[in-house]
């Protein structure tokens, strides 16, 4: 089996990364866990080396958020609702 090409290794991860920090945004919103809990949770449960705030911090909000309209676009009619963008997230800076 082939590689991926870095560029397309690269977005898979970012996107992957985008639906990842939207959830945690769900998760926050619901008000029993706070960003650090959720890193902490998926750096600690899943073995990854930083949580979604920490990749939201590295990646940018805006940069976030565009890669979930462009997935939100490309994808099939029933899939869209996947990638609606949470309001915390919508606010993030």
């Not at 996107?15 to 809990?37: F, H, K, M, P």
């Not at 949770?41 to 462009?70: C, H, S, T, V, W």
């Amino acid at each position: 089996m082939g590689q991926l090409e870095p560029r397309t290794g690269e977005r898979i991860s970012e996107r992957i990364q985008a639906v990842l920090v939207n959830e945690a945004c769900s998760l926050l919103e619901e008000g029993s866990l706070d960003e650090t809990a959720i890193d902490t949770a998926l750096k600690l449960g899943l073995n990854f080396p930083y949580g979604p705030f920490e990749a939201a911090q590295r990646i940018g909000y805006e940069k976030l958020r565009m890669i979930l309209r462009d997935c939100a676009e490309k994808a099939k009619p029933h899939l869209k609702a996947r990638y609606e963008i949470n309001p915390l997230l919508r606010e993030r800076h």
